[in-house]
T-cell receptor
């Protein structure tokens, strides 16, 4: 158990809908990262938050957004969903000291039908 | 930019065989290096790490040595078990600047047969 929790574990929804994925980091970690894992694209970095502020952006679509709240949990919002958004979405958190290793949650499997 | 290249799988071995999964990297600065493992249906787990040249990371019988001269961080295990069947990811973290995101390789699927 990494200490990072994600809900829900599975999500099935229709095209055009909007969903919210939730992540709670390990106790004491201020950084939260979101990743998308699909068979064709592999593991893709989406976005990083540090103590409530956006720190880095990766291959995140404009239809996707995220935020980190004062209690440090984070939410990833996916809107206008397309079939191609079906994937595993992982959250990770890291400590504030080097080497900044990341600890991953169990993931949310999103299926868009 | 930073990049990680690891050997393409899948790799299929018999139990008790020797394992090597090659990983090389390109990075500016002085990255930290990691191996992660993903078992079927699970998230990524940190397997081992190394933060500077000649460091050896080890865990659960796996080892990898940070080789700056060859920009490599190959994963090895002397005797694999069926339970080691998983996808293995090599990754680096650039310690410079404020962007600490990991750069991952594409992953190598390992299957160990009894």
């Amino acid at each position: 158990d990494s200490g990072v929790t994600q809900t829900p574990k599975h999500l099935i929804t229709a095209t055009g809908q909007r969903v919210t994925l939730r992540c709670s980091p390990r106790s004491g970690d201020l950084s939260v990262y979101w990743y998308q894992q699909s068979l064709d694209q592999g593991l893709q970095f989406l976005i990083q938050y540090y103590n409530g502020e956006e720190r880095a952006k990766g291959n995140i679509l404009e239809r996707f957004s995220a935020q980190q709240f004062p209690d440090l949990h984070s939410e990833l919002n996916l809107s206008s969903l397309e079939l191609g958004d079906s994937a595993l979405y992982f959250c990770a958190s890291s400590p504030t000291a080097p080497p900044y290793e990341q600890y991953f949650g169990p993931g949310t499997r999103l299926t868009v039908t | 930019g930073n990049s990680v290249t690891q050997m393409e799988g899948p790799v299929t071995l018999s139990e008790e065989a020797f394992l090597t999964i090659n990983c090389t990297y390109t990075a500016t600065g002085y990255p930290s290096l990691f191996w992660y493992v993903q078992y079927p249906g699970e998230g990524l787990q940190l397997l081992l790490k190394a933060t500077k040249a000649d460091d050896k990371g080890s865990n659960k019988g796996f080892e990898a040595t940070y080789r700056k001269e060859t920009t490599s961080f190959h994963l090895e295990k002397g005797s694999v078990q069926v339970s080691d069947s998983a996808v293995y990811f090599c990754a680096l973290s650039d310690r410079r600047g404020s962007n600490y995101k990991l750069t991952f390789g594409k992953g190598t699927l390992l299957t160990v047969n009894p």
